[in-house]
C-alpha cells in the first residue's frame, strides 16, 4: 500500500507530463515573468534556482535574467551524502552531469542558505499551506532543515504549474515548508 504522499506524488507527475511541449514553454514564461515582477526577486541581491528537467517548469530563462543582472546565482549540487550544496555560479561555469543524470556546476564550494537571498525551489505537488512534495530523496528538507519561522532568508518559493496544486498534503516534522508558491495564475499564496 502506497503511502499518501507517494499516491500524490504520482498523480501530480502524471498531470505534470500531461501538458504538452506548448503548454509547457507557455506556462514557464508566464511562470518567470511572475517571479521576476514580485519583490522578492526585484529585491534579492542573490538568488538560489535549479536547472530544470524533464517535465519541470522550465528556469532557463530565469535563469538568463539573473546572469545578465547585478544578481548573484546559486545552483545546487548534489552531495555524497544525499544533501546539495548551493554553488556560486557565473556565464564562465563549467557543468557536469551527477548520478541522476542532472546537470550541476562542477566547483565545490558550499554557500550557506542564510547568506542566499531568495531560493527557487523545485516541487512535484503543492498545497496553499506551503507543503510540497518533492522528488523523494528529502534534499531540499534537509538542507534547510536548520531554518526556523523567523528567519528572514533565504525566502522559499516554489515554481510549480497550477496542475500540481493539491487540496492538502500532510506535512512531516522534517518536511520544510515554502513561504509563496509561483504559478502560470500568479502567486497562489
Not at 542573490?46 to 517535465?55: Q, T, V
Not at 522559499?156 to 495564475?185: M, P, Y
Request: proline share 3%; glycine share 6%; charged share 30%.
Amino acid at each position: 500500500m502506497k503511502n499518501p504522499k507517494q499516491k500524490i506524488r504520482q498523480l501530480a507527475l502524471a498531470r505534470r507530463r500531461s501538458l504538452n511541449r506548448n503548454e509547457r514553454i507557455d506556462a514557464s514564461r508566464a511562470i518567470s515573468d511572475k517571479v521576476i515582477a514580485s519583490s522578492y526577486f526585484v529585491e534579492a541581491k542573490s538568488i538560489g534556482c535549479y536547472l530544470s528537467m524533464n517535465e519541470e517548469v522550465n528556469t532557463e530563462f530565469l535563469i538568463k535574467v539573473i546572469m545578465d543582472s547585478d544578481k548573484s546565482l546559486f545552483l545546487p549540487k548534489v552531495q555524497a551524502d544525499a544533501t546539495i550544496n548551493f554553488i556560486h555560479t557565473n556565464k564562465n561555469t563549467k557543468y557536469s552531469k551527477n548520478q541522476f543524470g542532472i546537470k550541476e556546476p562542477m566547483g565545490n564550494k558550499d554557500y550557506a542558505t542564510k547568506d542566499i537571498d531568495l531560493i527557487l525551489v523545485p516541487l512535484v505537488a503543492f498545497d496553499i499551506e506551503g507543503n510540497r512534495i518533492g522528488m523523494g530523496g528529502g534534499y531540499y528538507d534537509k538542507k534547510f532543515q536548520d531554518l526556523g519561522h523567523d528567519d528572514k532568508k533565504p525566502i522559499l518559493i516554489g515554481i510549480a504549474f497550477n496542475c500540481q496544486q493539491f487540496k492538502k498534503i500532510q506535512s512531516d516534522k522534517w518536511d520544510v515548508s515554502l513561504r509563496h508558491v509561483f504559478t502560470e495564475s500568479g502567486c497562489i499564496f
